[in-house]
C-alpha cells in the first residue's frame, strides 16, 4: 500500500485544514487507518483512527473535539478536518494503515504501511 498525504500549510490559530491521505496499490477498506504527527523535537504522536468501514473513531483527547477523521473507501482516501487549529498543533502530519482494530491502532508500532508526511503550521 502507498499512501500520500496532502493538503498541509501555513494557516492561523483558530482557523481550519483538511488533510487528504490517498492510497494506492489495495484498497483502503482492508486497513484501519490513523492519524499521527511529529512535531521538532518531539515524539510521534498518535492523533486518531478510523475503523475499516468507517464506523468507529477514536482521537487523542488534544484534539477531541477539533478534529475528525472520515474515509471514503470507494476513492481510496481517508481525511482529517481539523478546526480551532492552535499553535501547538504545529507538526508533520502522516497517515498509516493498520490489519489491526481496536485500542491495538492508538500505537504506531502497529501500522504497517506509512506516507511521507505533510506539514502543518499554526501561526499565534
Known amino acids: 500500500v502507498q499512501l500520500v498525504e496532502s493538503g498541509g500549510e501555513l494557516v492561523q490559530a483558530g482557523g481550519s485544514l483538511r488533510l487528504s491521505c490517498a492510497a494506492s496499490?489495495?484498497?483502503?477498506?482492508?486497513?484501519?487507518m490513523g492519524w499521527f504527527r511529529q512535531a521538532p523535537g518531539k515524539e510521534r504522536e498518535f492523533v486518531g483512527v478510523?475503523?475499516?468501514?468507517?464506523?468507529?473513531?477514536y482521537y487523542a483527547g488534544s484534539v477531541k473535539g477539533r478534529f475528525t477523521i472520515s474515509r471514503d473507501n470507494a476513492k481510496n482516501t481517508m481525511y482529517l478536518q481539523m478546526n480551532s487549529l492552535k499553535p501547538e498543533d504545529t507538526a508533520v502530519y502522516s497517515c498509516?494503515?493498520?490489519?489491526?482494530?481496536?485500542?491495538?491502532?492508538?500505537?504506531?508500532?502497529?501500522?504497517?504501511?506509512w506516507g511521507q508526511g505533510t506539514q502543518v503550521t499554526v501561526s499565534s
Open positions: 478510523i475503523s475499516r468501514s468507517g464506523s468507529s473513531t
Open positions: 496499490g489495495r484498497t483502503l477498506s482492508s486497513y484501519a
Open positions: 498509516a494503515a493498520s490489519v489491526y482494530s481496536g485500542s491495538r491502532t492508538y500505537t504506531d508500532s502497529n501500522y504497517e504501511y
